[in-house]
């Protein structure tokens, strides 16, 4: 299994300001990815987090708006930028080892509310 | 999209099995089926896979059709701590073994309560 641990667990930001989250994993671990759970919706891939390159977003994300770092193999960050209220939503990472059959773990998230 | 379609809700009694449907007619091939669950305010849990034999752990069992078109995810005992929404999702193994990439695609997944 992997412990990850984010940060912050939760804030409230005003509208226009930006938020940068912490996922640190307690062991080295090839596959990173950002998730957005917004209120009562299941989980949205944001982009994959690539060690030492630029991360891989999904249909509708970019990286104006969700910039990424991945500097080692144990440590992501998600920056939610130029922040709005439909920006409110848990903000969750999430990690696998990239070996065949494996399973992800996933942080508690990071619960985020925009005013 | 999801590849997957899964009941919205299910109540199950404490204590009692509970059984959790899910359809997935054009699952290919090399796809395994992954189950999650995420209590409420919590990230998103492991709980079992399996590509086309039925699965056992310490947490529940996995039951896939012969012909993989849909399986069933079972709680033998469930407990009011089973209390959670279901996701029942189907993936392509690791890039480096024949696969895809692999992302976890969450459909709406199932919300099971379990009731005293």
């Known amino acids: 299994s992997a412990v990850i641990s984010q940060k912050p667990s939760r804030d409230i930001c005003q509208r226009g300001t930006s938020l940068t989250i912490q996922c640190q994993v307690d062991s080295q671990v090839t596959m990173m990815f950002w998730y957005r759970q917004q209120p009562g919706q299941s989980l949205t891939l944001i982009a994959t987090a690539n060690q030492g390159s630029e991360a891989t977003y999904e249909s509708g994300f970019v990286i104006d708006k969700f910039p990424i770092s991945r500097p080692n193999l144990t440590f992501s960050t998600l920056t939610v930028s130029n922040m709005s209220p439909e920006d409110s939503s848990i903000y969750l990472c999430?990690?696998?080892?990239?070996?065949?059959?494996?399973?992800?773990?996933f942080g508690q998230g990071t619960r985020l509310t925009v005013v | 999209d999801a590849k997957t379609t899964q009941p919205t809700s299910m109540d199950c009694a404490e204590g009692r099995a509970a059984n959790l449907p899910c359809n997935h007619s054009?699952?290919?091939?090399?796809?395994?089926v992954y189950w999650y669950r995420q209590i409420h305010s919590q990230g998103p849990q492991y709980i079992i896979h399996?590509?086309?034999n039925n699965e056992t752990n310490e947490m529940a069992s996995l039951i896939i059709t012969e012909d993989r078109k849909s399986s069933t995810l079972i709680l033998p005992h469930a407990t009011l701590r089973d209390t959670a929404v279901y996701y029942c999702?189907?993936?392509?193994?690791?890039?480096?073994?024949?696969?895809?990439?692999?992302?976890?695609?969450f459909g709406k997944g199932t919300k099971l309560s379990v009731k005293p």
């Open positions: 999702i189907v993936r392509a193994p690791h890039i480096n073994y024949g696969g895809s990439q692999g992302n976890l695609i």
């Open positions: 399996g590509l086309k």
């Open positions: 054009t699952i290919s091939g090399n796809e395994y």
């Open positions: 999430s990690v696998e080892r990239g070996e065949f059959n494996t399973e992800a773990f």
